[in-house]
């Protein structure tokens, strides 16, 4: 991902007092028209709440994931609820919900999780795991789609001071996707429809984090259709792969490919899995993290700027991307990029950490057509959108947008940020 360390999501730390607006975040609005169905989704030998579940309008394009606490929020017209839900997550049989009674509805989903899983389908050897990954990329251009789409997505991008969230960003946004057949997203584009944000006015938040490019997750980490991305002959040749053992995902056989640096260069590399349909041989998920053993390789992949003084302390950089099969189809469905550092000025004694997480779902699709396609400007792939959030303020922000349903926690700091107004 050498080409992409520029301009990849890297942080900037500025000293100074930030901005603190004044809107409500997170609020669940009504809309007229919609009815809302919410749940939680659970391991149905465990209990467990999962997260990053698939939860979409049966015969629709409609859809979100489960937050950290296995929470969703979906919003539909009443004749597409009478389709029902659909719920899929890695290693659990899918399950359909019909939707009955009256709206608002709140269910209680449980999964089964998969015990066994079909070894045999592993046709190839662990000494051909690259060679199953290049074939994958041969077949791109019949797995994903082959018209310009337009895209309706939800993007939220926190930071965390220790426990304590001092930001919150949110927007929704329009994104074009161009044809994969030539795996380049030079030609795609992010328009940023509403957004708002929330930020600490507390005195001892004085450090600013800042993502840079960050709505623009949607093309830089669709690692599938991004020829700058880790899936590139070039970048294929710095690896070691190796096969690991199959999963289930959406009830489709898949195999599973490890990699990890094989070579040092003059940039951090990334290690992490490659989820592979044992079908058609479509990327449907991919979990990578920076090599963290060189310290300054890792802080140049990961900050683009920083206050004189401050020693920055890398921890974590890690994303994962998922695609979601539809019809003969793949396409895009979650982004999330974790980032973890500690800060400490000279002279002191306790380094203070930080993180930073940006998430994207596509919660609906249709083709790009001129009607539907924005003629305003696009987000800039290298502007910051906590400095841009509050051009796209909006009072009556969700209406009939689908969201990632936000944790307690997040509703809570939410509140906190809202008193300190």
Not at 133 to 149: F, G, Q
Not at 251 to 264: A, G, I, N, S, W
Not at 332 to 351: E, G, M, S
Request: proline share 4%; glycine share 6%.
């Amino acid at each position: 991902m050498k080409k992409m360390k520029g301009h990849l999501l890297a942080i900037w730390l500025l000293a100074g007092s930030p901005w603190a607006g004044s809107m409500a975040v997170l609020a669940q609005e009504s809309s007229a028209g919609f009815v809302t169905v919410e749940g939680v989704v659970r391991d149905d030998d465990s209990n467990r709440r999962l997260e990053n579940v698939n939860v979409s309008v049966r015969g629709t394009h409609i859809g979100t994931v489960t937050n950290a606490e296995g929470a969703f929020v979906l919003k539909m017209s009443e004749a597409e609820a009478r389709a029902g839900l659909d719920v899929s997550h890695i290693g659990y049989f899918n399950r359909h919900v019909a939707l009955t009674g009256k709206f608002p509805i709140k269910l209680n989903i449980r999964v089964k999780p998969y015990a066994n899983l079909l070894k045999e389908v592993m046709v190839y050897g662990a000494d051909n795991a690259r060679g199953l990954v290049e074939k994958a990329l041969e077949k791109v251009p019949l797995n994903y789609s082959d018209t310009r789409e337009m895209l309706t997505a939800f993007y939220r991008e926190t930071v965390r001071k220790r426990n304590r969230y001092i930001s919150v960003s949110e927007a929704v946004m329009d994104i074009l996707k161009t044809p994969y057949d030539r795996r380049s997203v030079a030609a795609d584009k992010v328009w940023i429809l509403k957004g708002r944000r929330l930020l600490s006015q507390r005195a001892a938040d004085t450090l600013s984090v800042k993502v840079m490019g960050g709505p623009n997750v949607a093309l830089y980490l669709d690692v599938v259709k991004n020829d700058n991305a880790l899936l590139t002959p070039d970048e294929l040749d710095y690896y070691e792969f190796s096969m690991a053992p199959a999963e289930m995902v959406a009830d489709r056989p898949q195999y599973v490919v490890e990699f990890r640096p094989r070579v040092l260069l003059l940039y951090a590399l990334f290690r992490g899995k490659i989820f592979i349909d044992a079908s058609n041989l479509a990327f449907t998920r991919v979990e990578m993290s920076l090599d963290m053993s060189d310290r300054s390789k890792a802080t140049s992949a990961m900050l683009q700027k920083k206050p004189f003084g401050l020693r920055f302390r890398p921890q974590e950089f890690s994303f994962l991307v998922t695609y979601k099969q539809v019809g003969d189809r793949t396409y895009l469905n979650y982004v999330r990029n974790t980032i973890r550092f500690r800060c400490d000025w000279k002279r002191r004694l306790f380094a203070t950490g930080y993180t930073v997480v940006t998430e994207m779902v596509v919660t609906d699709r249709a083709e790009a057509t001129p009607g539907n396609t924005p003629d305003t400007k696009p987000f800039g792939k290298r502007q910051v959108f906590y400095d841009k959030v509050s051009l796209y303020a909006d009072p009556d922000f969700w209406g009939a947008y689908n969201i990632i349903e936000p944790t307690e926690s997040l509703e809570h700091a939410a509140g906190k940020l809202r008193r300190a107004d």
